[in-house]
């Protein structure tokens, strides 16, 4: 089974500041995809980026990317110029089709955006 | 954009009472449905996977008895929660997939279900 792991379970970082949130997973595929949601205090799901495992390009959105390190099965977002909306937990997620095309999350980070 | 609307958003009933909660796609046709529950400061657990038509697929752990899933059309699917206790308040998440859609997911916005 796949596992997706977020080592912290708590960031924190300055308004126009950057952070970055760490996630690894373990899988023996290798046509899979990987997500990063947002969650506000609202807890609807929001989807911030997505990057097809066969893309060697780091995935890009705006104020948020990532660097995917497939080797190393590395999945970190990088969130730039911080703003206090960018403050909610954070999930990575895994999915590829031999999961059902199931989104496998992570524990998720929660971030804390500080003026 | 996409929309899945979910109701009820929240729902208190007594302990012993069935709870029916449900997830419809507005303006799109959702293939599969996916069923999640998030109990408070945690990840999002799969409970069960639901394609039109078809009997649902239920995790390991997941009683299939207690949490019926119906997925009749392509535009609706619900989870009824029975002879709910305590133990089973939580918050359930429903997430949708269309074939249409390039197999992206559209959530709900959740129903927070409290067994008293």
């Known amino acids: 089974a796949q596992t997706v792991t977020q080592s912290q379970p708590e960031m924190s970082v300055q308004e126009a500041e950057t952070v970055t949130l760490s996630c690894t997973y373990d899988t023996s595929e290798s046509d899979y995809y990987l997500f990063w949601y947002k969650q506000p205090p609202s807890r609807q799901m929001i989807l911030v980026i997505r990057q097809e495992a066969y893309k060697q390009q780091n995935a890009t959105e705006n104020r948020f990317s990532v660097n995917f390190q497939k080797a190393a099965k590395s999945f970190s977002l990088k969130i730039s110029d911080s703003q206090l909306g960018d403050a909610a937990m954070y999930f990575c997620?895994?999915?590829?089709?031999?999961?059902?095309?199931?989104?496998?999350f992570g524990k998720g980070t929660s971030l804390l955006v500080t003026p | 954009g996409a929309v899945v609307s979910q109701h009820p958003s929240w729902v208190i009933c007594k302990s012993g009472t069935s709870v029916k909660i449900e997830c419809r796609s507005l303006?799109?046709?959702?293939?599969?449905m996916f069923w999640y529950r998030q109990f408070p400061k945690q990840s999002l657990m799969l409970m069960a996977t639901?394609?039109?038509?078809?009997?649902?697929?239920?995790e390991q752990g997941v009683e299939k008895d207690k949490f019926l899933i119906n997925h009749a059309s392509l535009t609706l699917s619900t989870l009824t929660v029975t002879s709910a206790h305590p133990e089973d308040s939580s918050f359930y998440i429903c997430?949708?997939?269309?074939?249409?859609?390039?197999?992206?997911?559209?959530f709900g916005s959740g129903t927070r279900l409290t067994v008293v």
């Open positions: 303006d799109f046709q959702a293939t599969t």
């Open positions: 997430s949708a997939v269309s074939r249409a859609k390039n197999y992206g997911y559209t």
């Open positions: 639901s394609n039109e038509g078809s009997k649902a697929t239920y």
């Open positions: 997620a895994y999915r590829s089709a031999m999961s059902g095309y199931a989104l496998n």
